[in-house]
């Protein structure tokens, strides 16, 4: 499978590493190539990197890894003939870092990031999900707990979904919590803010929450 | 110990009882005491019932189960000089029921119910806790999974959070986190849009999150 991951920063890198690492062709999307692509050589990152441009048309599935600030002009630059009719996952997070930390949430409550993207580009099929957690994690869950905890799913097409529920069990992920359509992506960004404050009580980004029964 | 439980709802009746329960002497309190003092004698509750007023005067520590949006109304009908010192354990969440289903929250973000209270109230010792889980899970952790989950606490007064973790364990709780100060009530309230999503797909609310490390 082809896929264009959206970001140079450390989610984005990871998701194309993990992704390369299992055997899929993978082009790194950023928006200034020239600046991007010496950063990224110097990572020796085993991918392509191309314009977001480039790595939306080369990607049958994309990967939503921009700052949540600049996700919506990310994929305005990626162009709406090159998303139409594919799976986007998105693990962007609407943080505001602009009021000093913990940052807090540029859209929340009564709307997200996740439908943003889902009402700007109707024919794109936007599934939230790997946000709830730390990069290290998203790919690799056995890393923490052997696996055992929970990712949450959302989106409104149910092939989308049952697709991304796929790559998040080549990714090792074990317990997988579908939420329901997009406006569900409301509940795990919300959560970002319990996320830092256990970050900064526990002193690592290496956790994750199991659901129980 | 003498408990004061504001509210007569689900929650606070919950609370009371387990209270009593733990040989504990308990008021509730209410706003409208010959309607609400009629309908808890045909519930055969075990505690005593007064006032807002007369409960926050009864009890040493004192429990805030009214809904959110009733919260600090209730806590001034309680009347300052009856919460002065005292430690107020903070269940309260701050839905907004009036947009429809899932509620939304009239208070997140840059603020808390929590802070809110704290900020009215400057000598009660507020500490957010048990917000994140169905009532029958607050007092009886056991229930579910053998306990094996968290609850979490926010509050500035460290004395107050060491009186309230006691409480806990005398519920049952085996996992308490301390997120720190009353600032960090954001992240529990703001984690009630994913809790009610999980409640739908989840079909029951007996369930909370474990911390996996």
């Known amino acids: 499978m082809k896929y264009g991951v959206f970001g140079t920063g450390m989610v984005g890198l990871t998701i194309a590493n993990r992704l390369a690492e299992l055997d899929h062709e ?3 999307g950023t928006r200034e190539l020239s ?8 990572k020796n990152v085993a991918v392509k990197v191309g314009t ?4 939306a048309a ?3 599935v994309l990967f939503n890894a921009t700052n949540g600030a600049g ?3 990310a994929l ?7 998303l139409n009719g594919k799976v986007l996952v998105d693990i962007s997070n609407p943080l505001d870092f602009s009021k000093g930390m913990p940052p807090t949430l540029f859209v929340s409550d009564t709307d997200s990031l996740g439908e943003q993207i889902q009402r700007t580009f109707l024919n794109l099929k936007v599934v939230k999900t790997l ?14 707990a052997d696996g055992d905890h929970h990712v949450f799913v959302s989106g409104n097409d149910a092939s989308a979904k049952d697709m991304v529920i796929g790559i998040l069990k080549e990714f090792g992920w074990i317990h997988i919590l579908d939420l329901g359509d997009i406006t569900t ?3 795990p960004e919300m959560y970002l803010p319990i996320w830092l404050r256990m970050w900064g009580v526990l002193g690592t980004g290496m956790f994750n929450v199991k659901v129980m029964k």
Do not use: H, Q, W, Y
Request: charged share 25%; aromatic share 4%.
């Open 26 to 28: 993978v082009m790194i």
């Open 58 to 60: 080369f990607g049958e």
């Open 71 to 73: 996700s919506l002009e």
């Open 52 to 55: 977001f441009s480039e790595s």
């Open 185 to 187: 992506a409301r509940g």
């Open 35 to 42: 600046k991007s692509g010496d950063k990224l050589k110097s």
């Open 76 to 82: 305005k630059l990626a162009g709406e003939a090159n």
């Open 131 to 144: 946000n709830t957690m730390t990069a290290a994690i998203m790919v690799n869950p056995r890393g923490v």
